[in-house]
């Protein structure tokens, strides 16, 4: 994300993975300016990347814990307060009658200051979570409009297809240690979603297009065209 964490429109395009010819149906600069389109159509509708997301997850845990952080320190001040107004001169005869913050309503305050942490984390999780979501379903929901305008056009020849495909993003490594002193490691996938646009020709033209595909200028029988979206 290059313009920092709260940067809701990362730089996403799609850019295709075959450059090709399908000589009769489409050419490669009529499919470069299919594609044109649809990163123009694309590029006001935003999406939250996952690494915003866990950006803002951190940024959310920090703020709870200097949250937490303050509200000790303010009550330790207090005892600062407490323990200097009663020592000084002038409140000596009192001394006997003042009483010290009580520990049992510090516990409370404390307690009900991490539940209510705990709480707003979670809080803040699931609005993050709801509002990737949201971004998500609108960004599909215009894309999709666009390719049906295009499978109006070119059906039953091709259609073009939008899908959310997983794809596995890196491993988390976890080391534990048990009472004996051995250690046994672990790799933990994990995956993201990014969008595709799948062209897919219809197999009855399969002859007529068999040998008119070309990529990198080698004949080939693919026959569909695989467009990934860049979002990092």
Request: charged letters at 25%; a neutral charge; hydrophobic letters at 40%.
């Amino acid at each position: 994300i290059k313009s920092g964490i709260f940067d809701f429109n990362p730089d996403k395009k799609f850019k295709a993975e075959w450059c090709l010819d399908l000589h009769g149906f489409l050419t490669r600069d009529g499919f470069k300016e299919r594609l044109d389109k649809i990163n123009y159509h694309i590029k006001d509708y935003s999406l939250m990347s996952e690494k915003l997301k866990i950006r803002l997850y951190w940024f959310s845990g920090i703020l709870a814990i200097l949250v937490l952080v303050i509200a000790s320190a303010a009550y330790q001040n207090s005892l600062s307060i407490y323990y200097r107004n009663s020592l000084s001169s002038n409140n000596l005869n009192n001394l006997d009658n003042s009483q010290p913050p009580s520990y049992e309503n510090a516990i409370a305050i404390t307690t009900t200051v991490e539940a209510l942490i705990g709480a707003l984390t979670f809080l803040a999780k699931y609005l993050i979570d709801q509002k990737s979501k949201e971004l998500a379903k609108n960004f599909e929901k215009s894309l999709k409009y666009l390719l049906t305008e295009y499978n109006n056009q070119d059906n039953p020849t091709a259609n073009w297809r939008f899908v959310w495909r997983s794809v596995l993003s890196h491993f988390n490594i976890e080391i534990n240690a048990n009472s004996e002193g051995n250690f046994k490691g672990k790799a933990v996938p994990k995956f993201v979603e990014h969008a595709e646009i799948v062209l897919e020709i219809n197999d009855a033209l399969s002859d007529l297009t068999a040998h008119t595909v070309r990529v990198n200028n080698e004949s080939t029988d693919i026959e569909r065209i695989i467009s990934t979206l860049s979002n990092e």
